[in-house]
């Protein structure tokens, strides 16, 4: 059976890190703030290292890559969205919806896998779908529950069925589709990605039920995950804008479990919610404000999983 949790994590620390304006026309996360760029880079730097730090100080393995300024990408401290590992040595690159993310595919990645000790066997490369405006943004928007073979999407612009059962064949998952949406200016509009209301771990799921607006899909995905033997933790909507569902389990070097979030989710969580979670792991939060105002994403999006075999 597949692994559904690593301890080893590749992150990218930012160098030209601010609000990216080609993908706020559908992250309705994203919120500017008032002060300058640089400013902006220097403390979502500051949010990096601290996150990294303590991820360490815990035992858990972060590899971590240096964004080159010249490339000018403001969303590669999100590398899940372009990459994800897998046991049998495979790794798949996936198509970005916004331009500049596309810069972010670098061969420097791969570079310090194998540097580091790791075994890539093949690539699958979706992204010669971007040619005809298809995509599938990784992690972000596949949701793996890797011990049972499933995987989550929420269709969004970012997240295309076709493609997404295209990968489900390629990487033998069972593939489950839903819509979710967020009430923005009161109107209901799509999810840009799935790990931000949703995230499965090993013995249970964080999920936002509220934002499956048909009742129809909301029981597919439940009954999915109860027959999968997942405990479910429901957030409420407010909560999943807090980044309660921007969460990932991981283990450190002595085994033990440990759910990542940021201290925004971290502080929006109930007492029953912490509860129910502390039952299997420990967690561990680290404030990434800026990061999460700024970029509209959160802790699941700075850690690519590295889930490939050793050298």
Not at 15 to 35: H, P, W
Not at 181 to 189: C, E, F, I, M, P
Request: hydrophobic share 40%; charged share 25%; net charge negative.
């Amino acid at each position: 059976m597949n692994k559904q949790i690593t301890g080893t994590l590749l992150m990218v620390r930012p160098a030209a890190f601010r609000m990216n304006e080609q993908t706020a026309v559908n992250n309705y996360f994203q919120e500017k703030l008032s002060i300058n760029n640089e400013e902006i880079n220097a403390k979502a730097q500051q949010e990096f290292d601290a996150f990294v730090n303590k991820l360490r100080s815990h035992g858990i393995e972060v590899l971590v890559l240096q964004d080159q300024k010249e490339l000018d990408t403001p969303d590669s401290i999100f590398p899940n969205n372009w990459v994800s590992t897998h046991e049998n040595g495979n790794v798949a690159i996936y198509p970005m919806y916004a331009e500049n993310r596309r810069k972010e595919r670098r061969e420097e990645f791969f570079e310090l896998l194998e540097e580091s000790g790791f075994k890539i066997k093949s690539v699958v490369d979706y992204t010669e779908a971007e040619e005809e405006g298809i995509f599938l943004e990784g992690t972000g928007s596949i949701v793996l529950d890797r011990q049972n073979e499933l995987a989550y999407c929420a269709l969004s612009a970012r997240a295309d069925e076709e493609l997404f059962i295209e990968f489900c064949e390629d990487f033998e998952y069972f593939p489950v589709v839903f819509n979710a949406y967020q009430s923005v200016d009161g109107k209901r509009l799509p999810i840009y990605h799935t790990n931000v209301m949703m995230c499965v771990a090993e013995e249970f799921c964080v999920i936002c039920l509220d934002t499956i607006d048909d009742k129809k899909e909301r029981k597919l995905v439940i009954d999915q995950l109860k027959k999968s033997g997942k405990e479910i933790i429901a957030i409420s909507e407010e909560q999943m804008h807090q980044f309660a569902g921007n969460m990932l389990q991981v283990r450190n070097d002595q085994g033990e479990k440990f759910l990542v979030m940021s201290a925004s989710a971290h502080n929006s969580l109930n007492a029953q919610q912490i509860a129910q979670i502390t039952k299997y792991c420990q967690i561990v939060s680290s404030d990434l404000n800026t990061i999460e105002t700024c970029g509209g994403g959160s802790a699941r999006c700075m850690m690519a999983e590295v889930f490939l075999p050793k050298a």
